[in-house]
Structures are given as C-alpha cells and as structure tokens.
T-cell receptor, first 114, second 115 residues
Framework: DQQVKQNSPSLSVQEGRISILNCDYT??????FLWYKKYPAEGPTFLIS?????DKNEDGRFTVFLNKSAKHLSLHIVPSQPGDSAVYFC?????????????FGKGTHLIIQP | DSGVTQTPKHLITATGQRVTLRCSPR?????VYWYQQSLDQGLQFLIQ???????AKGNILERFSAQQFPDLHSELNLSSLELGDSALYFC??????????????FGEGSRLTVL
C-alpha cells in the first residue's frame, strides 16, 4: 500500500522554464510533507517542507503547494537550472503518531535540458 | 557533506552470507534511521534507534537486525542474504526522538550486491 505516490518517473524541462513535480498521498493524517533531492552517489538532502495547515511554502526558486482536499502536493522550481537535475523524492510524516520515519514516494528524475 | 558517515560504500557478497553495515550519525544526533532503496523503489523505512533504544520498526525482515551503541553509531546486520536484498541502504540521523517535521540527514549509502 503506497501512501505517497509520484506517478512520473521522469520529467524533462528546458533550462530557464518552470519545473513542476507532483505527488499524491492517501493518508489524511500526515502532518508534514517534504521534498528531498538526490544526486547520484549521494544521499538524499532536504529541500523544502510544508505543514498540513499551510497551502504554500516558498524558499527562493522553490515553492511547494499543498491541496489537502485533493491530497496532492507539487514542487515548483522557477527558473530551472542545470544543477537542478536530480531525483526528487516526495515524503510525508505524521507527528506524534509514533517515530516511524518518513514515508517516501518512488522519486521523479528531473532532467534540465540546456 | 551531511555529517552522516556510512561504511562500506560498496559490498559484494554471495547468497546465504551475512554482512554488517555501519553508520555514524551527525555529531549531537541521537536518532538513527535505516532505509532500504531497491531498484525502482522509493526509500523504505526499516528501523529507528534513539539513544541506544529501538524506537520504531518498519518493513524490516526477520533476517535483518540493528543496534545502536553507546557512542551512538549504529550497525545494520543482514543475514542469510538473498538476491532480492541487493539494494542501497541509507542511514539517516536527527537530533530528536521523533521525526518531528521530517528533516533527516542522510549518509551516502551502502550499496549491497548479492550474487
């Protein structure tokens, strides 16, 4: 039972354009949603998060949008840069419901074309 | 550099064997998490330790076990290895006992290949 789903295994975007990565979830008890970025031969690194009581969080070129009614979140990267080419994992966590770690999606490989 | 150190980076072994993966968390972090990433899969939570005690269990097989030592480093033991155990094993750490807002610091992973 996959509680966090990223339905696009890969996404190709031209440099300078907007990249939009999508994520769906099924568990309405999640309190925080996060995006992690992973380069080859490295571990995932935290990128940005959003609380379930918010609908938007922005950090520089990165913005995460949360639509609770649709159980959907998205990560927008504007403008996209070559260094953004990486695998992006969507993750979710339920606070106080037990320290059971993050629930991750399978990842989306973002390729920024020059 | 996340501050989390994992050894070995690569390991090749045969079916039926036993291996130990090691993780040193960031200085000051008390929680250690182990995750498995198989081919085309997301990161699957295996187990968490906090200050030496097991705190939570995820999809960890009975053939696998872990522990956290007084110096806070952790080891993941994988025994009776099968081909399907071939994967990247990540260790992550955080300062708190719970995941809280979810920000974990990951090591570079140990790639296990079972032949």
């Amino acid at each position: 039972d996959q509680q966090v789903k990223q339905n696009s295994p890969s996404l190709s975007v031209q440099e300078g354009r907007i990249s939009i990565l999508n994520c769906d979830y099924t568990n309405s008890m999640f309190d925080y949603f996060l995006w992690y970025k992973k380069y080859p031969a490295e571990g995932p690194t935290f990128l940005i998060s959003i609380s379930s009581i918010k609908d938007k969080n922005e950090d520089g070129r990165f913005t995460v949008f949360l639509n609770k009614s649709a159980k959907h979140l998205s990560l927008h990267i504007v403008p996209s840069q070559p260094g953004d080419s990486a695998v992006y994992f969507c993750a979710a966590v339920r606070v106080g419901g037990g320290a059971d770690g993050l629930t991750f999606g399978k990842g989306t490989h973002l390729i920024i074309q020059p | 550099d996340s501050g989390v150190t994992q050894t070995p980076k690569h390991l090749i072994t045969a079916t039926g064997q036993r291996v130990t993966l090691r993780c040193s968390p960031r200085s000051g972090d008390l929680s250690v998490y182990w995750y498995q990433q198989s081919l085309d899969q997301g990161l699957q939570f295996l187990i968490q330790y906090y200050n030496g005690e097991e705190r939570a269990k995820g999809n960890i097989l009975e053939r696998f076990s872990a522990q956290q030592f007084p110096d806070l480093h952790s080891e993941l033991n994988l025994s009776s290895l099968e081909l399907g155990d071939s994967a990247l094993y990540f260790c992550a750490s955080s300062v708190a006992s719970g995941v809280n807002t979810g920000e974990l610091f990951f090591g570079e992973g140990s790639r296990l290949t079972v032949l």
